[in-house]
């Protein structure tokens, strides 16, 4: 059963507008993110400059995307536990630092991926 509201392309656009949104507030909120972006708009050129290959490209590419997805996912835990209470808690912090391990996984990842697609 789906939610009551807009469906069809309405439902679609409202989303697209959401999701503009939601990015446009992670730019003005995140250093991280700026950071992160900032480096994609070098690499992702580069990914397809460098990359033999689709998969290659591809790997490189999404790469680059995983650690973008996760910042956003990280932030979107930040700002929910900062919602919730302003008090330090132990749940807190440990879900603000399973997000930040989220991150620094994706970035190891991208670091082990175009090491491999560069250098194997």
Known sequence: MSKPGQTGIKRIIS??????????????????????????????????????SGIEKALLVSSCLLVLIVEILNSAIETVVDRVSSE??????LAKDL????????????????????LV
Not at 88 to 93: A, F, K, Q, Y
Not at 100 to 114: E, G, P, Q, R, Y
């Open 15 to 52: 989303a697209f507008l959401y999701s503009k949104q939601g990015l446009i507030d992670c730019w003005k909120m995140e250093t991280a993110f700026r950071q992160e972006l900032v480096a994609c708009v070098f690499l992702i050129p580069m990914a397809f400059y460098l990359g033999n």
């Open 88 to 93: 330090h808690h132990e749940l807190s912090g």
């Open 99 to 118: 997000g930040s391990a989220a991150v620094m996984i994706s970035i190891v990842n991208l670091i082990v991926v175009w090491a491999l697609v560069l």
